[in-house]
């Protein structure tokens, strides 16, 4: 499987935009991007997938570089709400497996 | 509501009672999968359904068992609990893929505690 590589932490102030980096620089021309997040004494989210193009839906928005070897989740104002791990996936279209890694925790000030 | 359900959410047991973890969703969901989840080891995959009838084992499948007898349901039974298998447990499903297009949805989570 493909692997990504997230920064273990990042933290943000309420209402400012959170940006979270994913590299997956051995990605396969079939593999979906997909964002899922846990939030705390819950299961996992999904929150927003893509192949080359990027994507927005109500909860956020993900760029994906020209290369598909890096991509960014955009969370455009944080709230407290959005304090979770948040999981940058690879899945090959055909698959439905999800290989969670270790993702990047995100904590929200208020 | 389209939900996943899991019950019991929290267990406690002792090694060696057989006990089941059910899992149901309202979706009309082929896909359904378990998955596990350890500090430092993340979400593992224990078992996954593709269809009524069809099982097949994931990354950490000893131990457990699963049956998808209808669409909806999908158990998780341990024949003998040992404390190794102390975990979060998580069920899932999805609809059947079309063009790489789904989302999983996860229940809310089983907390199992085997002394």
């Known amino acids: 499987d493909a692997k990504t590589t997230q920064p273990n932490s990042m933290e943000s102030n309420e209402e400012e935009p959170v940006h979270l980096p994913c590299n997956h620089s051995?990605?396969?021309?079939?593999?979906?991007i997909h964002w899922y997040r846990q939030l705390p004494s819950q299961g996992p989210e999904y929150v927003i997938h893509?192949?080359?193009s990027n994507v927005n839906n109500r909860m956020a928005s993900l760029a994906i570089a020209e290369d598909r070897k890096s991509s960014t989740l955009i969370l455009h104002r944080a709230t407290l709400r959005d304090a979770a791990v948040y999981y940058c996936?690879?899945?090959?279209?055909?698959?439905?497996?999800?290989?969670f890694g270790a993702g990047t925790t995100v904590t929200v000030r208020a | 509501e389209a939900q996943v359900t899991q019950n019991p959410r929290y267990l406690i047991t002792v090694t060696g009672k057989k006990l089941t973890v059910t899992c149901s969703q309202n979706?009309?969901?082929?896909?359904m999968s378990w998955y596990r989840q350890d500090p430092g080891l993340g979400l593992r995959q224990i078992y996954y359904?593709?269809?009524?009838?069809?099982?097949d084992k994931g990354d950490v499948p000893e131990g457990y068992k699963v049956s998808r007898k209808e669409k909806r349901n999908f158990p998780l039974i341990l024949e003998s609990p040992s404390p190794n298998q102390t975990s979060l447990y998580f069920c899932?499903?999805?609809?059947?893929?079309?063009?790489?297009?789904?989302?999983?949805?996860f229940g809310p989570g089983t907390r199992l505690t085997v002394t």
């Open positions: 359904s593709m269809n009524v009838e069809v099982t």
């Open positions: 893509g192949l080359t």
């Open positions: 899932a499903s999805s609809p059947r893929l079309a063009g790489g297009s789904y989302e999983q949805y």
């Open positions: 979706m009309n969901h082929e896909y």
């Open positions: 996936i690879l899945n090959p279209g055909n698959d439905y497996k999800l290989s």
């Open positions: 051995t990605i396969s021309g079939t593999d979906y």
